[in-house]
T-cell receptor
């Protein structure tokens, strides 16, 4: 099953913060985060592994709660370039190499 | 490095026609996969491969075939196109190292009339 993302859409002003959540009904081995701009391919942001630490670069970070089977993406001091659709992808691990994506969260950052 | 190359970028088919979407990567990645993207549905996995000669089904495999004869290429075949297969198709690849995510191709926009 697809992981569930929330919210479906969010509108920010430049400089504001946002949190995007991703939850799964299945046990997770890893969670991926991607950003896609309109008409372009998804771009990899980061991956969080089971037992791993919270990751981040620049002002975008993420956490992974294995027990709750949830991950959250944190965008701080948002920039116009952060606009796009954010997807989380969940992987079950073991011999399951399938990366299943959520339906996405549309983030719009306005001046 | 070209990354992941998909051809064609756009295609219009008539119902019942067959065609092959091409995907090639030059990063020596073991894992390759095909997704389709429809409005409001996110990315749905069609087929994937963990290496040459090995393929498996994803969430929405019906109406599609794949094969992987080389590490570099992973073509997707539509056997008899249907309007429900109108979509944007993305090919993606990744190495086995879990610290790396997927690299996506630029996509193929397919319309079946």
């Amino acid at each position: 099953q697809q992981p569930v993302q929330s919210p479906q859409a969010v509108i920010l002003r430049e400089g504001e913060d946002a949190v995007i959540n991703c939850s799964s009904s299945k046990a997770l081995y890893s969670v991926h985060w991607y950003r896609q701009k309109h008409g372009e391919a998804p771009i990899f942001l980061m991956i969080l592994l089971k037992g791993g630490e919270q990751k981040g670069h620049d002002k975008i970070s993420a956490s992974f709660n294995e027990k709750k089977q949830q991950s959250s993406l944190y965008l701080t001091a948002s920039q116009l370039s952060y606009s796009g659709t954010y997807f989380c992808g969940s992987e079950g691990g073991g011999s399951n190499y399938k990366l299943t994506f959520g339906k996405g969260t549309l983030l719009t950052v306005n001046p | 490095n070209a990354g992941v190359t998909q051809t064609p970028k756009f295609q219009v088919l008539k119902t019942g026609q067959s065609m092959t979407l091409q995907c090639a990567q030059d990063m020596n990645h073991e894992y390759m996969s095909w997704y389709r993207q429809d409005p409001g549905m996110g990315l749905r996995l069609i087929h994937y491969s963990v290496g040459a000669g090995i393929t498996d089904q994803g969430e929405v495999p019906n109406g599609y075939n794949v094969s992987r004869s080389t590490t570099e290429d992973f073509p997707l075949r539509l056997l008899s196109a249907a309007p429900s297969q109108t979509s944007v198709y993305f090919c993606a690849s990744s190495p086995w190292d879990s610290n790396y995510g997927y690299t996506f191709g630029s996509g193929t926009r397919l319309t079946v009339v």
